[in-house]
């Protein structure tokens, strides 16, 4: 578990990184679509960098992190003008997003208080 929470912390890290890449370094080379996308990726991995951190069980931090690296990745490479296949990406990213929330409420449901 400890080695999901440092991989959630860099996760963070990085999104915070990229988000301030975007917003200065690229900012005046792209155009509304690529800075949309920059930041729709940044928003989903900070939100799923903590969601991954503070999960349990371990596999919906585990889910968590593979959708970050799907889902967000592909949206950054997008933004840097990769191919538009690259979009085929995206949606997997989303489901391990899903599968992760998944995991977690039936967990929080089986837990008992």
């Known amino acids: 578990m400890n080695a999901l929470r440092a991989l959630a912390a860099l996760a963070g890290f990085l ?48 889910a968590f992190l593979v959708g970050i690296a799907l889902f967000a990745g592909s949206l950054y490479a997008l933004g840097l003008g990769a191919p538009s296949v690259m979009g085929a990406i995206t949606p997997l990213g989303g489901v391990s997003f899903l599968a992760g929330w998944t995991i977690a409420g039936v967990a929080a449901l089986r837990k008992r208080d």
């Open 15 to 62: 999104a915070v990184g990229f988000g301030a890449f975007g917003a200065h370094a690229l900012s005046a080379s792209f155009d509304p679509r690529a800075a949309d996308l920059w930041d729709t990726a940044t928003t989903y991995a900070l939100v799923h960098a903590v969601a991954a951190y503070a999960a349990r069980p371990p596999a919906a931090a585990a």
